[in-house]
């Protein structure tokens, strides 16, 4: 399969996987994987980006049907949905618990394999409630690949996770599943940041599991005033109180 070396936004991973970052201080890793019949764009970035352009790096590299695959409802990365549809693209994959209004194309409990032709397979699969209710990962499939995996927000480089809707406890045991996964995927491409590895992936987990059991203490030592913990949980302020609000509101 014959492909441009690069095109204007968008840098190759591998023979089939190239990854664009859209602007900001924690730039958008926007996903694009190609086959002979299909290219999947993960995550095309929020409603105020420059939508045209990213279709037309798209169509630098390949002239396949495009279809959307959405990690999470986020509106970071959801905003580009409609005009993607008002442009053509038919399908939009999304989590049945991601309220992304725009999908037209739902997934559960049971992962979904996307055949994109000439060998590439790429596998949507939902590994429990963490970063939000309805996280998926997007696992590329084929002989030739490098083993990359697409993981939203579930995974965070360079920045503290966001916790104001998650599931803490439940990320951790997504986290463990991830890293589980090393077997069939050794490049982690994170929603925002750099790419990671396996070991960064069991490094965020055992911080989460730190942060998850100091602050658990904490609500039951001080149920009045828990943000006394700050100090202690292995996070920013900021998100070391929301990780405390949510583990009060489950």
């Given at each position: 399969?014959?492909?441009?070396p690069?095109?204007?936004?968008f840098r190759?991973?591998?023979?089939?996987v190239?990854?664009?970052?859209?602007?900001?201080p924690t730039?958008?890793n926007?996903?694009l994987?190609l086959g002979?019949d299909?290219?999947?764009?993960?995550?095309?970035?929020p409603?105020?980006?420059d939508?045209?352009?990213?279709?037309?790096a798209?169509?630098?590299?390949?002239?396949?049907?495009?279809?959307v695959?959405?990690t999470?409802?986020?509106?970071?990365?959801?905003?580009?949905n409609?005009?993607?549809?008002?442009?053509?693209v038919?399908r939009?994959?999304?989590?049945?618990?991601?309220?992304?209004?725009?999908a037209?194309?739902?997934?559960?409990?049971?992962?979904?394999?996307?055949?994109?032709g000439?060998?590439v397979?790429?596998?949507?699969e939902?590994?429990?409630?963490?970063?939000?209710e309805g996280?998926?990962v997007?696992?590329?499939?084929?002989e030739?690949?490098?083993g990359?995996?697409?993981?939203?927000?579930l995974?965070?480089?360079g920045?503290?996770p966001?916790?104001?809707d998650s599931?803490?406890?439940?990320?951790?045991?997504?986290?463990g599943r991830?890293?589980?996964?090393?077997?069939?995927y050794?490049?982690?491409i994170p929603g925002?940041?750099?790419?990671?590895?396996?070991?960064f992936?069991?490094?965020?987990?055992?911080?989460?599991?730190q942060?998850?059991?100091?602050?658990?203490?904490?609500?039951?030592d001080?149920?009045?005033?828990a943000t006394?913990?700050i100090?202690?949980?292995?996070?920013?302020?900021?998100?070391s109180?929301e990780?405390?609000?949510?583990?009060?509101?489950?």
């Amino acid at each position: 399969m014959d492909h441009a070396p690069e095109s204007a936004l968008f840098r190759r991973l591998d023979d089939h996987v190239f990854l664009a970052e859209l602007g900001g201080p924690t730039p958008l890793n926007v996903g694009l994987i190609l086959g002979q019949d299909i290219a999947v764009l993960v995550d095309p970035g929020p409603a105020e980006g420059d939508h045209q352009a990213l279709l037309a790096a798209v169509r630098e590299l390949s002239s396949a049907e495009l279809v959307v695959v959405n990690t999470h409802g986020h509106p970071d990365h959801i905003g580009a949905n409609e005009l993607l549809l008002r442009e053509g693209v038919q399908r939009i994959f999304a989590h049945a618990d991601a309220g992304v209004e725009t999908a037209t194309d739902l997934v559960s409990a049971e992962p979904v394999t996307l055949h994109l032709g000439g060998g590439v397979d790429v596998v949507l699969e939902h590994l429990g409630r963490a970063h939000t209710e309805g996280d998926l990962v997007v696992g590329v499939r084929a002989e030739d690949s490098t083993g990359i995996i697409f993981c939203g927000d579930l995974v965070r480089e360079g920045d503290d996770p966001e916790f104001h809707d998650s599931y803490p406890k439940e990320w951790v045991r997504s986290l463990g599943r991830l890293s589980s996964m090393s077997g069939t995927y050794s490049r982690f491409i994170p929603g925002h940041g750099q790419e990671v590895d396996a070991e960064f992936i069991g490094s965020m987990r055992r911080r989460m599991q730190q942060g998850y059991n100091v602050s658990s203490q904490a609500i039951r030592d001080a149920v009045n005033d828990a943000t006394k913990a700050i100090p202690i949980i292995p996070y920013g302020p900021g998100e070391s109180r929301e990780l405390i609000t949510r583990l009060r509101g489950r």
